[in-house]
């Protein structure tokens, strides 16, 4: 029986509770289970793994629940490799991909199963279905996902019990699998290398979740606007609860944490505290982003004026970043480095600050010494996907020294960002920040911008804040 709380106010379970509580209840089983759409492509990526690994057996978690405070817990988010290569969800499973002696493997999924009747586990304890809700049985998993399942709480006896077979293990996501293996660190990172490198390029019912996520994330943009004279009278906080409403009312949650910006917060990179003022006058920088129910996350930025219209400074700060985004853009096309499109961005930028007498020239000279990235901070994008940050553990030849393939899923996203106590700058261009960020996809002859419901010109902000700015 699981362990009750401390200072609960029950000190037991009686014999006749027990009963009553084990009987009177309708058969619950779901009948008419059908395959998830997503197995058949999570078939495809595990055959892909086990062709990177034959003769080794390969253990991917989906992690744990992790303590909140006392009995509550964060809400859980299974590990970004296991989702990908079964399509679930399950906290407290596993995917293991067992050798064969032709080099394949066979596949099978660890699950936690519904709780039983017979006895109390199913309304005692922290975890318990009557608390938490109903989990799926094996039978049903099964069928959703394409594979056997198992029974988890046996897994780690399992994995123990078979020997001399060389094992892998993704680290860090469930300490008892770790323990029963006993694997070796630096070959564990191997595999966590793969798994971020099967998810750079994105199959066709991946590309559709890139879509939902980016078409939730402009709706949700658009909802931000209608709703800015409410965040003036309010802060920025009204922003970060407009989106997120859009965001559980369509998808899964915000894929990161939203960045709601206003006037010199504008200028911090990562600004997630949200509880500034909005003032008209200033700039407003908003950085979100809709998770889809299939945990797949966009990523956008747009840089609006709270009264409506830039200023002068504002607008030149916004058209450069603009056009360095333009510039960036259109290195996006299959063939191309990965790095190209960050480097068009930040030499425009480069020209633009020498231009204004922010840095020392010539340019050429002052991008080689990156003397830039005291106003542009960052890189100019990344990889996206299950991951805000998508692909992060792949190896550097395969990502940042890689080139571009059709399917491939990033942000272009320049910035300028001129902090409140620059002294370096006028003091009019203090305190102004400005990133604009759009989602492409690699195609075969170029790329498409997946986010290009929402403005980006100057002008054309101007023109849709007119239009919805409540």
């Given at each position: 029986?699981?362990?009750?709380?401390?200072?609960?106010?029950?000190?037991?379970?009686?014999?006749?509770?027990?009963?009553?509580?084990?009987?009177?209840?309708?058969?619950?089983?779901?009948?008419?289970?059908?395959?998830?759409?997503?197995?058949?492509?999570?078939?495809?990526?595990?055959?892909?793994?086990?062709?990177?690994?034959?003769?080794?057996?390969?253990?991917?978690?989906?992690?744990?629940?992790?303590?909140?405070?006392?009995?509550?817990?964060?809400?859980?988010?299974?590990?970004?490799?296991?989702?990908?290569?079964?399509?679930?969800?399950?906290?407290?499973?596993?995917?293991?991909?067992?050798?064969?002696?032709?080099?394949?493997?066979?596949?099978?999924?660890?699950?936690?199963?519904?709780?039983?009747?017979?006895?109390?586990?199913?309304?005692?304890?922290?975890?318990?279905?009557?608390?938490?809700?109903?989990?799926?049985?094996?039978?049903?998993?099964?069928?959703?996902?394409?594979?056997?399942?198992?029974?988890?709480?046996?897994a780690a006896a399992d994995l123990a019990a078979v020997t001399g077979v060389p094992t892998r293990i993704v680290r860090g996501h469930d300490p008892a699998l770790e323990a029963a293996v006993g694997t070796d660190e630096d070959r564990d990172d191997e595999l966590e290398e793969a798994l971020s490198e099967l998810?750079?390029?994105?199959?066709?019912?991946?590309?559709?979740?890139?879509?939902?996520?980016?078409?939730?994330?402009?709706?949700?943009?658009?909802?931000?606007?209608?709703?800015?004279?409410?965040?003036?009278?309010?802060?920025?906080?009204?922003?970060?609860?407009?989106?997120?409403?859009?965001?559980?009312?369509?998808?899964?949650?915000?894929?990161?944490?939203?960045?709601?910006?206003?006037?010199?917060?504008?200028?911090?990179?990562?600004?997630?505290?949200?509880?500034?003022?909005?003032?008209?006058?200033?700039?407003?920088?908003?950085?979100?982003?809709?998770?889809?129910?299939?945990?797949?996350?966009?990523?956008?930025?747009?840089?609006?004026?709270?009264?409506?219209?830039?200023?002068?400074?504002?607008?030149?700060?916004?058209?450069?970043?603009?056009?360095?985004?333009?510039?960036?853009?259109?290195?996006?096309?299959?063939g191309a480095p990965y790095r190209d499109f960050h480097e068009a961005s930040q030499r425009h930028l480069t020209a633009r600050l020498v231009e204004w007498g922010f840095i020392e020239g010539p340019v050429d000279r002052a991008y080689a010494l990156g003397l830039q990235r005291r106003f542009t901070m960052a890189?100019?994008?990344?990889?996206?996907?299950?991951?805000?940050?998508?692909?992060?553990?792949?190896?550097?030849?395969?990502?940042?020294?890689?080139?571009?393939?059709?399917?491939?899923?990033?942000?272009?996203?320049?910035?300028?960002?001129?902090?409140?106590?620059?002294?370096?700058?006028?003091?009019?261009?203090?305190?102004?920040?400005?990133?604009?960020?759009?989602?492409?996809?690699?195609?075969?002859?170029?790329?498409?911008?997946?986010?290009?419901?929402?403005?980006?010109?100057?002008?054309?902000?101007?023109?849709?804040?007119?239009?919805?700015?409540?």
């Amino acid at each position: 029986m699981a362990k009750g709380r401390k200072n609960g106010l029950y000190e037991g379970v009686s014999e006749e509770l027990s009963r009553l509580m084990r009987t009177g209840w309708a058969d619950s089983e779901r009948r008419g289970t059908e395959p998830a759409e997503q197995a058949p492509y999570a078939a495809a990526r595990r055959a892909a793994l086990s062709a990177r690994f034959p003769g080794e057996r390969l253990v991917i978690p989906s992690g744990n629940l992790k303590t909140r405070s006392n009995d509550d817990t964060y809400p859980f988010r299974p590990y970004t490799g296991y989702v990908h290569m079964t399509g679930d969800q399950a906290r407290d499973g596993a995917l293991v991909l067992e050798p064969r002696a032709d080099g394949g493997h066979d596949a099978y999924c660890y699950q936690l199963p519904r709780d039983s009747r017979e006895n109390d586990e199913f309304w005692i304890g922290y975890t318990a279905e009557l608390w938490m809700g109903r989990r799926r049985t094996l039978a049903e998993s099964e069928i959703l996902l394409g594979l056997p399942c198992r029974d988890v709480r046996g897994a780690a006896a399992d994995l123990a019990a078979v020997t001399g077979v060389p094992t892998r293990i993704v680290r860090g996501h469930d300490p008892a699998l770790e323990a029963a293996v006993g694997t070796d660190e630096d070959r564990d990172d191997e595999l966590e290398e793969a798994l971020s490198e099967l998810r750079l390029v994105k199959d066709a019912w991946e590309l559709g979740e890139m879509r939902k996520a980016v078409d939730s994330t402009v709706r949700g943009f658009t909802d931000c606007v209608g709703e800015l004279s409410r965040a003036v009278a309010s802060s920025e906080r009204w922003i970060e609860g407009t989106f997120f409403r859009r965001a559980r009312l369509e998808g899964n949650a915000v894929g990161y944490g939203s960045i709601c910006a206003a006037g010199e917060h504008a200028t911090i990179m990562h600004w997630t505290d949200n509880d500034g003022p909005v003032r008209p006058g200033e700039l407003l920088l908003l950085d979100a982003g809709v998770e889809t129910h299939s945990l797949y996350t966009a990523d956008v930025t747009r840089t609006l004026p709270i009264s409506g219209t830039f200023t002068p400074v504002q607008r030149q700060v916004y058209d450069a970043v603009y056009e360095a985004q333009e510039a960036g853009m259109a290195a996006v096309k299959p063939g191309a480095p990965y790095r190209d499109f960050h480097e068009a961005s930040q030499r425009h930028l480069t020209a633009r600050l020498v231009e204004w007498g922010f840095i020392e020239g010539p340019v050429d000279r002052a991008y080689a010494l990156g003397l830039q990235r005291r106003f542009t901070m960052a890189g100019t994008g990344h990889m996206l996907g299950l991951d805000v940050h998508d692909c992060a553990q792949a190896r550097t030849a395969e990502y940042v020294d890689g080139v571009l393939e059709p399917g491939m899923v990033l942000t272009v996203e320049p910035g300028l960002y001129f902090q409140p106590d620059d002294l370096t700058v006028p003091e009019e261009w203090r305190g102004i920040g400005v990133r604009i960020e759009d989602d492409l996809v690699v195609t075969e002859d170029g790329h498409e911008n997946l986010s290009a419901g929402l403005p980006r010109s100057s002008s054309e902000v101007e023109a849709w804040m007119a239009e919805f700015a409540g």
